[in-house]
């Protein structure tokens, strides 16, 4: 008794000790899944309401869904059969131990937590993987026909687009399953005894009979036999991706382009049904092992398999392709080219294009461009890449606003007359706001406002922009209704907007542009239905947590009236709700039934469309321009449509999808997978159908598709004579292909000029002009979206861009003209983007030269001279009319009513003595002006700019 009650105040402080830590564990635990429990919380119900707010619920909760389950898919496949590979061999472990010491002993009685981690941790990572597969999956069980057989087959395309990618998702996890299995079989086997891998010696100390045996027997026949069959399940599930191999030929690359060619059809699908054979038979032998108990056999089977493998896949194909088809590939390929050159050209839908040749004449006559006189007027003046600092200087109002650095173009009726345009939004630049505090950036600097346009053919004499829409609250000839930017390009914040009841508005509205005494601030509330609502504490707070701002939770300044805005810029909010789509680089912003939208493009892709050729979507659509925009995915692709058109509402963030191309099946497959969610074409507006264009991206990538697939000829596209390039820019030299412009031509051998996305290019490694290529842009007319192409003669040469921007520097009228502002002075000449059109039998360059003071912070581009080219004859003018007069004798034969007013309005004549004295006045300053520019004298040229507006607008106040 007494012994008892000694030791029991010993055993009392180490238990003590032991039930803290463990308590203390569970504690932790308990913290971090409650921590991670709240955070998945939190991005899962804020997502939701995001989804909810904009009216896409059925697509969060769609893909939601589908990603659980496919999770739980991987998870039970994975791990499941890991665990249950696991467990069977715990218990086919041996009735004797046969491992050193009591580590089975120690394994059994921790067999749950053995077998449950790593199968759990595997099945995770497995599940992980497959809900990635999301859309894989939903397309795959939403997939539309698309009513073309593939040439070797005969299987839809759709097979190939939908279906194949889903089969082969399927064996991989098939076969991540079987692997793990496997291991983890082994694992347990090994640990229990029933694998032996050490010297018989030392795992046995019984006699020499003993010894023997273990040297003859590695496994124990239970052991074996379920390894075995694993083993064989594994090559059976291998034998099916071999087999599905055959079909993923026609989307992979062979030694000419992305599809097979005659080795794969003669001998790579051959290997692939070889080595699926080999693989059953072998299966065969592992599951006669199960009985037999011999390693030597199947072992024999995976080797000449590896082998044959090797030989029949690899090695075989390989010399066959190098000494038997190469030497003969433009005859033995040539079938397969036909079919690749189809596919290309139905996949990326160039296979209506239309070529001409074009014997472009090179002399210059008078009146040669009469029959062009509708066009020519209309040929752009002013670059969006380069007059986005004068937009910046003339129309920032403020700091805190800010346009992008290249523009955009678009059209409207003006005065009844479709004029092509130069515009851009006024955003918030937060770069620009001087004091950063959390309630500045968040519900103060919330939107920008108003769109700001200028005539894309005309300039004030000046040289500035003559603009249609300007100024805060905006003025001009765009009438606005609604013109705050809450969802721009430059969003990329989230804005809390609302305010308490009876209380004051606090977010900046315009800035010195209200009611009231001049300079005087108005400010404004949000009264708009885009956002989240965050009157519930417990979604502010989920919030905060979202965004790791606690301020959510503590500003005054959300309450129960406020709402949330993030995720605002366009294409954001476009990828989000269409997550199927890819997105164009560019937003358009352009006002629409007096709102102020942005219009964005979408694709659908795939890169697995049988036999087309591949293409990296992020090279296929970039040039100069695209460092300054949004960069597409690089990833491959070898089908693209533009289908969707999408409106985001610059004011309440509504997103809006119109079906565009209707007959793509991938859209058609997306809008099963997400009823409702995409909107008939017929139910876009008539003014919003006006601004509709035809997209870039999809327009460079065609371009560079073209280059070679133009022709249908497998002999030139193999022999590569006649392929096609893109131009460096000649104007930003070293920053990549020149851009497509957007112009309003007339195409030769038609009557009226129509608004067209062009391209000049180049044959390959060439600089002479080898192509020009338009396609029409304008959805209000019957051939949008028909690509057309001028080829140049092969005995002419034509100048390309780079050839021609060389001439019109060498030019010495030009370099005379420049010479003021490349030698001396605080100016320097800036040159425009170099305009390829087809007119008056020929080519007609055009290049707007800009002057910019080249030193401090007020200086930007206005339009000073415009140079053209028309074969080998160089113009160069005060204005375009000027340049084309020079060129072609004294008289081009069309009137480019080209506007050089001293003030962006068009007055009436004054009629008074006493205007026309001060309009003489004002023509004086303006002369003052440029003769200030010319000597560079950017100081002088503002003051007498100046001078010169007060002085017209004087004049406009005599008017009668």
Request: glycine share 8%; no cysteine.
């Given at each position: 008794m007494s012994s008892h009650s000694a030791s029991a105040p010993r055993r009392r402080p180490a238990q003590r000790p032991r039930r803290r830590h463990r308590i203390w564990a569970i504690v932790l635990v308990v913290l971090t899944v409650a921590v991670?429990?709240?955070?998945?919380?939190?991005?899962?119900?804020?997502?939701?309401l995001w989804y909810s707010a904009i009216g896409y619920r059925k697509v969060f909760l769609t893909r939601l869904l589908s990603g659980l389950g496919l999770f739980l898919l991987g998870l039970v496949v994975v791990g499941g059969s890991t665990a249950l590979n696991m467990a069977i061999a715990t218990r086919l472990r041996p009735s004797e131990a046969q491992g050193p010491g009591n580590y089975q002993e120690l394994l059994l009685r921790r067999k749950v937590l053995a077998i449950l981690l790593?199968?759990?941790?595997?099945?995770?990572?497995?599940?992980?993987?497959?809900?990635?597969?999301?859309?894989?999956?939903?397309?795959?069980?939403?997939?539309?026909?698309?009513?073309?057989?593939?040439?070797?087959?005969?299987?839809?395309?759709?097979?190939?687009?939908?279906?194949?990618?889903?089969?082969?998702?399927l064996v991989n996890i098939g076969l991540a399953a079987v692997v793990l299995s496997l291991l983890g079989a082994f694992v347990v086997h090994l640990s229990m005894g029933a694998v032996t891998v050490l010297a018989p010696s030392i795992l046995s100390p019984g006699g020499p009979a003993r010894q023997k045996r273990q040297r003859t027997h590695l496994f124990t026949s239970r052991a074996q036999a379920?390894?075995?069959?694993?083993?064989?399940?594994?090559?059976?599930?291998?034998?099916?991706?071999?087999?599905?191999?055959?079909?993923?030929?026609?989307?992979?690359?062979?030694?000419?382009?992305?599809?097979?060619?005659?080795?794969?059809?003669?001998?790579?699908?051959?290997?692939?049904?070889?080595?699926?054979g080999i693989s059953l038979v072998v299966a065969v032998l592992f599951v006669v092992n199960a009985k037999l108990r011999r390693w030597g056999v199947p072992g024999i089977g995976i080797i000449l398999m590896l082998v044959a493998t090797l030989l029949v896949q690899g090695i075989y194909p390989a010399l066959m392709q190098r000494f038997s088809v190469t030497p003969d590939a433009p005859d033995k390929e040539r079938p397969y080219m036909i079919n690749n050159i189809a596919a290309t050209r139905a996949a990326y839908g160039i296979d209506n294009t239309t070529i001409s040749d074009y014997s472009a004449v090179t002399s210059a006559s008078s009146g040669q461009l009469k029959a062009d006189a509708e066009a020519v007027p209309s040929i752009r003046l002013m670059d969006p890449a380069v007059i986005g600092p004068t937009f910046e200087q003339l129309q920032q109002v403020r700091g805190f606003y800010s346009f992008p650095k290249t523009l955009d173009v678009d059209r409207y009726k003006v005065d009844g007359t479709m004029t092509d345009t130069v515009v851009?939004?006024?955003?918030?630049?937060?770069?620009?706001?001087?004091?950063?505090?959390?309630?500045?950036?968040?519900?103060?600097?919330?939107h920008g406002n108003g769109l700001v346009a200028a005539y894309g053919n005309k300039r004030q004499t000046s040289g500035e922009p003559e603009w249609l829409a300007r100024d805060i609250p905006t003025t001009g000839k765009l009438p606005e209704k609604q013109s705050r930017i809450y969802y721009g390009e430059r969003s990329s914040q989230y804005a809390v907007v609302g305010a308490r009841p009876g209380a004051a508005p606090v977010e900046l509205d315009t800035p010195g542009g209200g009611q009231g005494a001049q300079g005087a601030e108005r400010k404004n509330t949000y009264d708009g239905k885009g956002g989240v609502s965050v009157s519930n504490p417990l979604v502010r707070a989920m919030y905060a947590t979202k965004f790791a701002d606690i301020n959510l939770l503590l500003s005054d300044r959300v309450h129960s009236n406020s709402r949330i805005l993030y995720d605002r810029t366009p294409l954001d909010r476009v990828a989000k709700v269409a997550p199927w789509l890819k997105v164009d680089s560019d937003a358009l912003p352009t006002l629409v039934d007096g709102r102020l939208v942005w219009v964005v493009d979408g694709y659908t892709t795939s890169a697995n469309y049988p036999n087309s050729n591949r293409v990296d979507l992020r090279d296929a659509s970039s040039d100069s321009t695209s460092q300054t925009r949004q960069a597409q995915p690089s990833e491959p692709v070898n089908y693209i449509r533009n289908s969707v058109k999408a409106v985001v509402d610059a004011y309440d963030g509504s997103v809006t999808l119109y079906a565009w191309d209707t007959k793509d099946p991938i859209l058609r497959t997306w809008e099963k997978a997400f009823p409702g969610t995409v909107h008939p074409r017929s139910q876009m507006s008539a003014d919003l159908l006006s601004h509709v264009r035809y997209p870039q991206d999809l327009f460079k990538v065609q371009r560079q598709i073209l280059g070679r697939y133009h022709t249908t000829n497998p002999d030139t596209w193999y022999q590569r004579n006649d392929v096609w390039e893109a131009p460096d820019d000649p104007v930003r030299t070293g920053q990549g292909l020149e851009p497509p412009y957007y112009l309003t031509i007339r195409w030769p051998g038609e009557t009226n000029p129509v608004f067209r996305s062009t391209a000049a290019m180049v044959p390959n490694k060439r600089q002479n002009l080898g192509a020009y290529i338009s396609v029409g842009s304008d959805a209000t007319k019957s051939d949008y979206g028909k690509i057309r192409v001028l080829r140049m003669s092969s005995s002419t040469q034509i100048d390309g861009p780079n050839q021609t921007a060389s001439a019109i520097i060498a030019d010495t009228n030009v370099s005379s003209k420049l010479l003021p502002y490349q030698?001396?002075?605080?100016?320097?000449?800036?040159?425009?983007?170099?305009?390829?059109?087809?007119?008056?039998?020929g080519l007609l360059y055009v290049q707007p030269i800009y002057a910019q003071r080249q030193t401090g912070s007020g200086g930007y581009p206005i339009l000073r001279f415009v140079a053209v080219r028309f074969g080998t004859h160089v113009g160069i003018g005060d204005t375009l009319q000027d340049a084309l007069d020079q060129v072609f004798q004294g008289d081009a034969g069309a009137d480019t009513n080209e506007n050089q007013s001293g003030s962006s309005s068009t007055a009436t004549p004054p009629t008074s003595q006493k205007a026309k004295d001060l309009l003489t006045q004002a023509q004086g300053a303006f002369t003052a002006a440029d003769k200030a520019l010319k000597s560079g004298d950017l100081a002088t040229y503002q003051k007498q700019i100046a001078q010169a507006r007060k002085l017209v607008s004087q004049a406009l106040g005599q008017v009668k």
């Amino acid at each position: 008794m007494s012994s008892h009650s000694a030791s029991a105040p010993r055993r009392r402080p180490a238990q003590r000790p032991r039930r803290r830590h463990r308590i203390w564990a569970i504690v932790l635990v308990v913290l971090t899944v409650a921590v991670l429990a709240w955070l998945l919380a939190s991005n899962v119900v804020t997502d939701l309401l995001w989804y909810s707010a904009i009216g896409y619920r059925k697509v969060f909760l769609t893909r939601l869904l589908s990603g659980l389950g496919l999770f739980l898919l991987g998870l039970v496949v994975v791990g499941g059969s890991t665990a249950l590979n696991m467990a069977i061999a715990t218990r086919l472990r041996p009735s004797e131990a046969q491992g050193p010491g009591n580590y089975q002993e120690l394994l059994l009685r921790r067999k749950v937590l053995a077998i449950l981690l790593p199968s759990l941790f595997v099945g995770l990572l497995a599940g992980t993987s497959t809900a990635s597969q999301t859309s894989t999956m939903l397309a795959w069980w939403n997939r539309t026909p698309f009513g073309v057989k593939d040439p070797y087959h005969g299987l839809d395309v759709s097979f190939y687009t939908f279906t194949y990618p889903w089969l082969r998702m399927l064996v991989n996890i098939g076969l991540a399953a079987v692997v793990l299995s496997l291991l983890g079989a082994f694992v347990v086997h090994l640990s229990m005894g029933a694998v032996t891998v050490l010297a018989p010696s030392i795992l046995s100390p019984g006699g020499p009979a003993r010894q023997k045996r273990q040297r003859t027997h590695l496994f124990t026949s239970r052991a074996q036999a379920h390894l075995s069959v694993l083993a064989a399940i594994g090559l059976v599930v291998f034998a099916a991706s071999s087999l599905l191999g055959r079909y993923g030929l026609e989307v992979s690359q062979s030694s000419l382009f992305t599809g097979i060619g005659y080795t794969e059809d003669h001998y790579r699908g051959t290997a692939r049904l070889v080595v699926a054979g080999i693989s059953l038979v072998v299966a065969v032998l592992f599951v006669v092992n199960a009985k037999l108990r011999r390693w030597g056999v199947p072992g024999i089977g995976i080797i000449l398999m590896l082998v044959a493998t090797l030989l029949v896949q690899g090695i075989y194909p390989a010399l066959m392709q190098r000494f038997s088809v190469t030497p003969d590939a433009p005859d033995k390929e040539r079938p397969y080219m036909i079919n690749n050159i189809a596919a290309t050209r139905a996949a990326y839908g160039i296979d209506n294009t239309t070529i001409s040749d074009y014997s472009a004449v090179t002399s210059a006559s008078s009146g040669q461009l009469k029959a062009d006189a509708e066009a020519v007027p209309s040929i752009r003046l002013m670059d969006p890449a380069v007059i986005g600092p004068t937009f910046e200087q003339l129309q920032q109002v403020r700091g805190f606003y800010s346009f992008p650095k290249t523009l955009d173009v678009d059209r409207y009726k003006v005065d009844g007359t479709m004029t092509d345009t130069v515009v851009a939004a006024r955003e918030i630049d937060l770069n620009g706001i001087t004091d950063k505090s959390w309630n500045n950036l968040h519900t103060v600097y919330t939107h920008g406002n108003g769109l700001v346009a200028a005539y894309g053919n005309k300039r004030q004499t000046s040289g500035e922009p003559e603009w249609l829409a300007r100024d805060i609250p905006t003025t001009g000839k765009l009438p606005e209704k609604q013109s705050r930017i809450y969802y721009g390009e430059r969003s990329s914040q989230y804005a809390v907007v609302g305010a308490r009841p009876g209380a004051a508005p606090v977010e900046l509205d315009t800035p010195g542009g209200g009611q009231g005494a001049q300079g005087a601030e108005r400010k404004n509330t949000y009264d708009g239905k885009g956002g989240v609502s965050v009157s519930n504490p417990l979604v502010r707070a989920m919030y905060a947590t979202k965004f790791a701002d606690i301020n959510l939770l503590l500003s005054d300044r959300v309450h129960s009236n406020s709402r949330i805005l993030y995720d605002r810029t366009p294409l954001d909010r476009v990828a989000k709700v269409a997550p199927w789509l890819k997105v164009d680089s560019d937003a358009l912003p352009t006002l629409v039934d007096g709102r102020l939208v942005w219009v964005v493009d979408g694709y659908t892709t795939s890169a697995n469309y049988p036999n087309s050729n591949r293409v990296d979507l992020r090279d296929a659509s970039s040039d100069s321009t695209s460092q300054t925009r949004q960069a597409q995915p690089s990833e491959p692709v070898n089908y693209i449509r533009n289908s969707v058109k999408a409106v985001v509402d610059a004011y309440d963030g509504s997103v809006t999808l119109y079906a565009w191309d209707t007959k793509d099946p991938i859209l058609r497959t997306w809008e099963k997978a997400f009823p409702g969610t995409v909107h008939p074409r017929s139910q876009m507006s008539a003014d919003l159908l006006s601004h509709v264009r035809y997209p870039q991206d999809l327009f460079k990538v065609q371009r560079q598709i073209l280059g070679r697939y133009h022709t249908t000829n497998p002999d030139t596209w193999y022999q590569r004579n006649d392929v096609w390039e893109a131009p460096d820019d000649p104007v930003r030299t070293g920053q990549g292909l020149e851009p497509p412009y957007y112009l309003t031509i007339r195409w030769p051998g038609e009557t009226n000029p129509v608004f067209r996305s062009t391209a000049a290019m180049v044959p390959n490694k060439r600089q002479n002009l080898g192509a020009y290529i338009s396609v029409g842009s304008d959805a209000t007319k019957s051939d949008y979206g028909k690509i057309r192409v001028l080829r140049m003669s092969s005995s002419t040469q034509i100048d390309g861009p780079n050839q021609t921007a060389s001439a019109i520097i060498a030019d010495t009228n030009v370099s005379s003209k420049l010479l003021p502002y490349q030698n001396r002075g605080s100016a320097t000449a800036t040159l425009g983007n170099l305009l390829t059109l087809p007119v008056g039998g020929g080519l007609l360059y055009v290049q707007p030269i800009y002057a910019q003071r080249q030193t401090g912070s007020g200086g930007y581009p206005i339009l000073r001279f415009v140079a053209v080219r028309f074969g080998t004859h160089v113009g160069i003018g005060d204005t375009l009319q000027d340049a084309l007069d020079q060129v072609f004798q004294g008289d081009a034969g069309a009137d480019t009513n080209e506007n050089q007013s001293g003030s962006s309005s068009t007055a009436t004549p004054p009629t008074s003595q006493k205007a026309k004295d001060l309009l003489t006045q004002a023509q004086g300053a303006f002369t003052a002006a440029d003769k200030a520019l010319k000597s560079g004298d950017l100081a002088t040229y503002q003051k007498q700019i100046a001078q010169a507006r007060k002085l017209v607008s004087q004049a406009l106040g005599q008017v009668k």
